[in-house]
């Protein structure tokens, strides 16, 4: 009878678990969704987050809060993010550093990008540019290799962190063109274009949008644009194979994450709401302003691109001579 009795209680305590679980997702969102920046305010990864934000939350009926977890090149954000509630409220937006580069240069990194989480959407590319200081003496990417060889290591080269994209992008492109330079990370990509501006650092590999102001204001000088063809939002800037640079192609993108675990469904209705958000004719506008393009994927498309990006990127550390620290 003790056994009959224990057993109707497991029954019971397991069919509310179900019917809870099961209702959670039926009125999937019933409180704000936080969305957990991985850089500083102002920075290309923050711009992303705030251009779907308002569309997002309107659509999903409750608001997105948008919460900055700079440092560490992103690391703390998606830890954090990594060992939160698989319950869909919890999101964070990374890009290709977080997802595909941090495990091939980061020793003990607390997650595993493959494992811990799940592709909710793409949101948009951005191709690398190489931008200068106005104070380098050189008007185009040859000018500037010349320079760089004629003066080792007296190049400062600004980046959102040890281990981010712009880092490992100078790397790449130091190997590729023979030059040495002294890699200066920040906490984020918005400092960093900062002291570029500046004249603090002399050189940065970053997306439009974290140095339009400074481009132009003049202070900052674009020497090249990473990818197959020019820019609409810089059209008198030469890809790197039309400056002299062959087989630069640095591409970064950005997307949101969920912790492994939380249900398909839910999954499911954040990735609709965020595609459909990628067709806002003013988040599409501000996209193109700032040199980026929007990225329509599935969810099967998305996690993909993780995994076929992990590997690259795995190649090109390797090819650059960077070791994990």
Same mark, same amino acid.
């Given at each position: 009878?003790?056994?009959?009795?224990?057993?109707?209680w497991c029954m019971l305590a397991a069919v509310?678990?179900?019917?809870?679980?099961?209702?959670?997702?039926?009125?999937?969102?019933? =409180?704000?969704?936080?969305?957990?920046?991985?850089? %500083? #305010?102002?920075?290309?990864? @923050?711009?992303? !987050?705030? /251009?779907? *934000?308002?569309?997002?939350?309107?659509?999903?009926?409750?608001?997105?809060?948008?919460?900055?977890?700079?440092?560490?090149?992103?690391?703390?954000?998606?830890?954090?993010?990594?060992?939160?509630?698989?319950?869909?409220?919890?999101?964070?937006?990374?890009?290709?550093?977080?997802?595909?580069?941090?495990?091939?240069?980061?020793?003990?990194?607390?997650?595993?990008?493959?494992?811990?989480?799940?592709?909710?959407?793409?949101?948009?590319?951005?191709?690398t540019i190489v931008a200068i200081s106005d104070?380098?003496?050189?008007?185009?990417?040859?000018?500037?290799?010349?320079?760089?060889?004629?003066?080792?290591?007296?190049?400062?080269?600004?980046?959102?962190?040890?281990?981010?994209?712009?880092?490992?992008?100078?790397?790449?492109?130091?190997?590729?063109?023979?030059? =040495?330079?002294?890699?200066?990370?920040?906490?984020? %990509? #918005?400092?960093?274009?900062? @002291?570029?501006? !500046?004249? /603090?650092? *002399?050189?940065?590999?970053?997306?439009?949008?974290?140095?339009?102001?400074?481009?132009?204001?003049?202070?900052?000088?674009?020497?090249?644009?990473?990818?197959?063809?020019?820019?609409?939002?810089?059209?008198?800037?030469?890809?790197?194979?039309?400056?002299?640079?062959?087989?630069?192609?640095?591409?970064?993108?950005?997307?949101?994450?969920?912790?492994?675990?939380?249900?398909?469904?839910?999954?499911?209705?954040?990735?609709?709401?965020?595609?459909?958000?990628?067709?806002?004719?003013?988040?599409?506008?501000?996209?193109?302003?700032?040199?980026?393009?929007?990225?329509?994927?599935?969810?099967?498309?998305?996690?993909?691109?993780?995994?076929?990006?992990?590997?690259?990127?795995?190649?090109?550390?390797?090819?650059?001579?960077?070791?994990?620290?």
């Amino acid at each position: 009878m003790r056994y009959m009795t224990r057993l109707v209680w497991c029954m019971l305590a397991a069919v509310q678990a179900f019917w809870g679980t099961a209702q959670a997702q039926e009125t999937f969102p019933n =409180k704000p969704i936080r969305m957990i920046v991985s850089a %500083a #305010a102002g920075g290309i990864t @923050d711009i992303m !987050a705030r /251009l779907i *934000q308002e569309p997002v939350g309107r659509g999903l009926g409750q608001p997105m809060i948008i919460e900055n977890k700079p440092g560490a090149g992103g690391i703390i954000a998606v830890d954090y993010v990594a060992k939160s509630a698989p319950d869909g409220y919890t999101l964070v937006i990374v890009n290709v550093s977080n997802a595909a580069i941090a495990p091939w240069i980061k020793k003990n990194l607390p997650y595993d990008p493959l494992k811990d989480f799940v592709g909710v959407a793409a949101v948009a590319e951005a191709p690398t540019i190489v931008a200068i200081s106005d104070k380098v003496p050189a008007r185009t990417l040859k000018e500037f290799i010349e320079y760089a060889k004629a003066n080792p290591g007296k190049i400062n080269y600004g980046s959102a962190g040890t281990g981010t994209g712009p880092h490992l992008a100078a790397e790449v492109f130091a190997h590729m063109t023979g030059i =040495k330079m002294v890699h200066v990370p920040y906490k984020g %990509a #918005a400092p960093a274009a900062v @002291d570029l501006a !500046a004249g /603090l650092v *002399q050189l940065g590999m970053i997306a439009i949008g974290s140095a339009k102001g400074s481009i132009a204001k003049g202070q900052v000088r674009v020497l090249a644009v990473a990818g197959s063809r020019r820019l609409a939002a810089l059209p008198d800037v030469p890809t790197f194979d039309e400056a002299g640079v062959s087989g630069y192609d640095i591409t970064n993108w950005f997307g949101v994450l969920a912790p492994r675990g939380t249900p398909s469904a839910v999954i499911q209705s954040l990735h609709d709401h965020i595609d459909k958000a990628l067709e806002d004719p003013l988040v599409v506008k501000r996209l193109a302003d700032g040199g980026s393009l929007p990225i329509r994927e599935s969810i099967e498309q998305f996690q993909a691109r993780i995994v076929t990006d992990h590997a690259k990127w795995g190649d090109r550390v390797r090819i650059a001579g960077i070791t994990a620290q």
